[in-house]
């Protein structure tokens, strides 16, 4: 999905993008590229927190040419990002793995004991994992 976003540049400052169509995303870079590269990770981030808390995503489909009315975009520049929303669909997919039996009996005794299905608990699991070790890799 192309998602139009507006890049502002103030002398002395970063490049500011903002996403009119999702409320609330907004990002810069050091360069045109590095604040296209910054704001599609944003939405991205955005989308994939809002499904995490099971929110509902709400992306306008608002047009550049109407966008342009707003009197708080004059002046700035419009591009499109392009993000692959297939990639952040929250419908659930079969898949096949394979445990050890132990594992497999632990994980359903745990997950009985909190009142979870099997598959929320290694979703669960894997996404604070993720998470985690993210966090970790982040520079201090």
Same mark, same amino acid.
């Not at 929110?55 to 489909?61: D, G, H, S």
């Not at 009985?112 to 894997?126: C, I, K, Q, V, Y």
């Not at 993720?130 to 201090?140: H, N, R, V, Y």
């Given at each position: 999905?192309?998602? /139009?976003?507006?890049?502002? #540049?103030?002398?002395? &400052?970063? =490049?500011?993008? @903002?996403? /009119? @169509?999702? #409320?609330?995303? %907004?990002?810069?870079?050091?360069?045109?590229?590095?604040?296209? $590269?910054?704001?599609?990770? !944003?939405?991205?981030? +955005?989308?994939?927190?809002?499904?995490e808390l099971?929110?509902?995503?709400?992306?306008?489909?608002?047009?550049?040419? !109407?966008l342009?009315?707003?009197?708080? %975009? $004059?002046?700035? *520049?419009?591009?499109?990002?392009?993000?692959?929303?297939?990639?952040?669909? &929250? $419908?659930?997919?079969?898949? @096949?793995?394979s445990? /050890?039996?132990?594992?497999?009996? #632990?994980?359903?005794? =745990?997950?009985?004991?909190? +009142?979870?299905?099997?598959?929320?608990?290694?979703?669960? !699991?894997?996404?604070?994992l *993720?998470? !985690?070790? &993210? $966090?970790?890799?982040?520079?201090?």
């Open positions: 999905m192309d998602i /139009p976003v507006v890049i502002f #540049k103030d002398e002395g &400052s970063v =490049y500011g993008v @903002n996403v /009119p @169509n999702i #409320k609330g995303v %907004h990002s810069w870079g050091d360069t045109v590229e590095d604040a296209l $590269k910054n704001v599609r990770e !944003a939405i991205t981030s +955005h989308i994939e927190t809002l499904l099971g929110e509902p995503v709400e992306i306008a489909q608002n047009k550049i040419e !109407a342009q009315e707003n009197p708080d %975009h $004059k002046g700035g *520049i419009w591009a499109l990002v392009e993000v692959d929303l297939d990639k952040l669909d &929250s $419908k659930p997919e079969r898949i @096949n793995i445990l /050890p039996r132990f594992v497999l009996s #632990k994980i359903d005794r =745990y997950a009985d004991a909190r +009142h979870e299905t099997r598959s929320g608990l290694l979703s669960r !699991a894997a996404l604070q *993720i998470d !985690a070790e &993210s $966090k970790s890799l982040e520079p201090t």
